[in-house]
């Protein structure tokens, strides 16, 4: 399984952004997957989850508060993080992943097995 974000860019806080994981392989839809992000200096966290089936199952970091929300379109192969309410301190490069264990989401990045190559967010103050 090959995993390419995009979607990244500059906003301004308040602001919006839609981020897109592409796939490649016809296993993807049955992993799980999520999104994490890394700030310059900063461990690299958790940002949020889903199970294979979009809905069912979703986790998000505690810093989301009903902000972002994830899904997903198995058809088309692709995950999608949709990111409101935009603050600074979200600024990072956020980085798709999925995880063969599809049965729950996990909020850990060594569980993940593939990795795409991130998307930088940057968003001013």
């Known amino acids: 399984v090959q995993l390419q974000a995009y979607g990244g860019g500059l906003v301004q806080a308040g602001g919006f952004l839609r981020l897109s994981c592409a796939a490649s392989?016809?296993?993807?839809?049955?992993?799980?997957s999520g999104w994490f992000r890394q700030a310059p200096g900063k461990e690299r966290e958790f940002v949020a989850g889903?199970?294979?089936?979009?809905?069912?199952?979703?986790r998000y970091g505690d810093f989301v508060k009903g902000r972002f929300t994830i899904s997903r379109d198995n058809a088309k192969n692709t995950v999608y993080l949709q990111m409101n309410n935009l603050k600074p301190e979200d600024t990072a490069v956020y980085y798709c992943a999925a995880d063969r264990d599809r049965s729950w989401v996990k909020t850990t990045s060594s569980d993940y097995d593939y990795w795409g190559q991130g998307t930088e967010v940057t968003v001013s103050s």
């Open positions: 889903t199970n294979w089936r979009s809905g069912r199952s979703t």
């Open positions: 392989g016809r296993t993807f839809s049955t992993y799980s």
